[in-house]
């Protein structure tokens, strides 16, 4: 079952493979290998088949079908569907049942594509590898012993072992790209405003995107052009008309103009990871595209902005859960409200939550807020511009996704700054809302290593267009083969 | 209540009682009287992943206040998050708007003219209303809290004030013009319960600025007020000074007592609301509004002086209150008599509405019913002591006029024999005021008074006053031999 979404949903509609049968085999997969790899938390099975048949019945009917038609998609837990528990991997909403589907569900449904679990990450998608969860971590199909990525380590993780033909992940800070480049797989995030956040559970409202996880760029951009379209239920969503993104799908770079920002290959990139990405650059020039070193002086201030801009809106966000309407409640009642909310945030969240909630209450307290959250949006704002000016001369930008290949399970979790450094070459994109996608870029050493290009707003079609041409004349091994 | 050096400055919050549905999603907004917690949806509970959406009409209709209280519109509509946890506000933080930090009020300035005294406003914001909590019996016996999330998202608008007041009174008559202004503008009903409430702040000479919170209504502003100026009074008096806090306004004990201390002050930590974009307000949207204003209460004034040639006092007090000032205008077109009109709202109406504490939307009487006896006394069909009788029992039964007159058989008496002998009745009953009105004429009068009472005034005065008279002269005749 390592066909393309592509491939699939041909063959489905030709009648030459059965919905029921496709979803049945991918559960037979998930049996096989969800216990060494971990990447759901929920799965919905029977669910799942009784949409099966009904596709199933609409094919035979001859009725006209969705774009995803029959295709199984595995959604990270902190996109809500309506009566399937999300849980955002936390204590806190274990057995939280949302009582609305997210806008991209919504769309995932009409397109007819099919939910076949949600699915492991770091508790309330704050980390970079996926072993925050209150439900245990998530390995890497290439290395059971390492890291997925995180957060949206499951989604990567299930798309990388055919346990899901497509993931839906969200993106703060890289959180879709650095498990797509952990796990060999294809992750895009959108620009800011591209797709609907509406039933994102929010980690930084302002930095955040829901974006495909996938084996190749076709199906990235399949999948992208289900989920985008402006919503009235999200004011941040932008009102520009739907895109067929498979049109760009185009082998061809001929006078792509790429920039190579010289603060992506900084202090902690692994030589192996620059060796690989610049091979790809070259690549890319052997094919049509012209290169050439830049420099974006402001990125080097990107991380202790995203973090503090980050922690300051989750401290706010996460104010929420105090166990009064929904969520963790400590079993004994008998305390006055304040008791009550304190002991329940105490023991439903997770320690690095608590560790962002306190360091972003502390960003936005009295007497440090200019210090600290003000200072961080004026850093937001030159990256910004830094990024126009580059692209006033480049098309797209490049650069390692990851500094690093992924890590082995526990080698970080001691040292916060350590785990955070990682985040160095993924946050720009967030702070400047620009769309960014990680493709394989090869193995070393036996682990995956991802490329990143980042284009202006709004321009996927040049992201997708590039990492097609990538994609197509230098393949890497998306998937995990049967051992 | 006026101290030297008193200066007070209001925070108030008003409800957009006009419009369906709260300010950041669609749930309704008609939540008084209501089975709680069922005008509730993901969005105003703050679920996750729900995102607020601004409800437009809320927005045109603050700015329609800023307009009329003659505020600076600001360019653009920033929301910001004001984070403190609380039982009753749903995502342990208000989406508010904040003059700090980049931030900029909906509207800045501003000024409202209160008996020949100027208030200027500081800045006009908009916001949502937070749930309400309710207690079994009282907080202190309850063992627990309810909590009604109907009023969650309920747009609400904060109006503040400069320092500019000086006694309790002027506050009462700040609010009562801003309710008046807000009625004439149809953005708020100042009668529905708790759709105005205040917080006041409150500085003798002397001493630092105290908050007061938790005022309910306009009398108890007043009150709070002047226990305040009271306490803080016989403080500096005893040498103890005033130091800065907030206290909690005790409707039941009528005393103010202290929440915390300026070292206490809450952080709420503002920051800007990163789920709704700024929401540009172009000058276009504010001439537009303009030219859709309607009358608002000072222009109503001169008007009504003008058209009607009303004392300015007269027009003053009928404007104070758009509901009055509707009834007033509602006679005057039924009836071109607006004088006498004015008269009879200010001299029995607005007494009734004082003495029963009840708003004129609960009086049983229409312009019509008043007219209709103002006609009747005019035409000399009853008297004017039982017009004003037929209005009383109009206003307590709501019967209507012509009902209250056949029933009570209170017409005016014109029959000359029935008149001839009440009049001798009265002289019978008299007979010292007859002897000395015989001597003296004026006190006929005395006479006249007490034929009035014992009739309930329903003889026909000028009638009965000529048969005194004569039978006077009578008496005097036949006396004289």
Known sequence: ?483 | MKASGTRIGLEVHCQLTNLKTKLFCSCSSDYRGKAPNIYICPICMGMPGTLPVLNKKAVEDAMMVAIALGAKISGEMLFFRKNYFYPDMPKNFQISQYDKAGGVPLALGGFVQIDGKGVRIRRIQLEEDPGKLSYEGTIESSTHTLVDYNRAGIALIEIVTEPDMSSPKEARLFLEKLRSILEHLGVSDGSLEGSMRCDANISLKGGKRVEVKNISSFKEVERALSFEITRQKSLIERGLGVGQETRHWDEVRRITVSLRTKEEEQDYRYFPEPDLVPFVITEEQTRDIERRMPELPDKRRRRFIEQYHLLPQSAEILTRVKAIADFFEGCAKLYNKPIDISNWVIGELLPHIRDKSIGIDELRITPKHLVDILKLMDDGTISRETARFVLQNTLSTGKMPYEVIEERGVKRVVDRDYVKKMVEKVLEEHPRAVKDALVDRKVANYLMGKLMKMTEGRLDPKLAGEMIKRRLSELSKSATF
């Open chain 1, 1 to 483: 079952m390592e066909l393309s979404a592509y491939k699939l949903v041909g063959r489905i509609r030709a009648k030459e493979l059965r919905v029921e049968d496709y979803i049945s085999s991918l559960y037979d997969r998930i049996k096989r290998m969800e216990k060494s790899v971990h990447a759901y938390i929920t799965l919905t099975k029977d669910l799942a088949l009784k949409r099966a048949r009904e596709i199933d019945k609409k094919i035979e009917r001859g009725d006209r079908t969705g774009r995803l038609c029959g295709i199984g998609i595995a959604v990270k837990d902190n996109i809500c569907t309506k009566g399937i528990r999300t849980t955002c991997a936390s204590h806190m909403l274990e057995s939280f049942l949302p009582p609305y589907d997210a806008t991209v569900i919504r769309h995932i449904d009409d397109e007819d594509g099919i939910v076949l679990g949600k699915t492991n990450m770091d508790e309330f998608a704050m980390g970079s590898s996926t072993e925050y969860s209150y439900f245990g971590p998530t390995r890497n199909p290439w290395d059971f012993d390492r890291v997925p990525g995180g957060s949206s380590g499951g989604s990567a993780a299930a798309v990388a072992s055919s346990m899901a033909t497509l993931a839906l992940g969200s993106d703060t800070g890289g959180s879709i790209r650095c498990p797509a480049s952990f796990c060999s797989t294809v992750g895009l995030k959108p620009t800011y405003g591209l797709v609907s956040r509406y039933g994102l559970i929010a980690y930084a409202n302002s930095l955040e995107q829901i974006g495909p996880i996938t084996g190749n760029v076709e199906d990235c951009a399949l999948l992208l052009s289900c989920i985008t379209s402006h919503d009235s239920l999200d004011s941040t969503s932008v009102n520009k008309p739907e895109e067929d993104y498979t049109k760009h799908l185009i082998d061809d770079v001929n006078g792509i103009r790429i920039g190579v920002p010289r603060e992506f290959f900084g202090e902690g990139t692994q030589d192996s990871v620059e060796k690989m990405v610049w091979n790809g650059v070259l690549g890319l020039e052997g094919i049509g595209a012209n290169y050439e070193e830049t420099t974006l002086k402001s990125l080097q201030y990107a991380l202790p902005a995203y973090y503090i801009i980050a922690m300051s809106e989750a401290s706010s966000n996460l104010a929420r859960y105090d166990g009064l309407r929904y969520g963790y409640r400590i079993p004994d009642k008998s305390y006055d409200w304040g008791t009550v909310f304190l002991k329940d945030r105490r023991f439903g969240f997770g320690f690095e939550v608590k560790r962002r909630i306190i360091l972003g209450t502390f960003a936005l307290s009295a007497g440090y807020h200019d210090e600290y959250y003000l200072k961080a949006q004026k850093v937001r704002t030159l990256i910004k511009r830094d990024f126009e000016m580059a692209f006033k001369k480049f098309d797209v930008l490049i650069g390692p996704t990851m500094p690093i290949p992924p890590f082995r399970i526990g080698e970080k979790v001691r040292d916060p700054l350590e785990m955070y450094m990682c985040d160095v070459d993924t946050v720009p994109s967030n702070l400047a809302g620009i769309p960014s996608i990680s493709v394989q870029c090869g193995f070393s050493k036996g682990l995956p290593i991802g490329i990143q290009m980042m284009a202006p707003p709004f321009r996927e079609d040049v992201l997708l267009r590039v990492a097609f041409s990538f994609q197509r004349n230098f393949p890497t091994l998306a998937k995990v083969r049967d051992k």
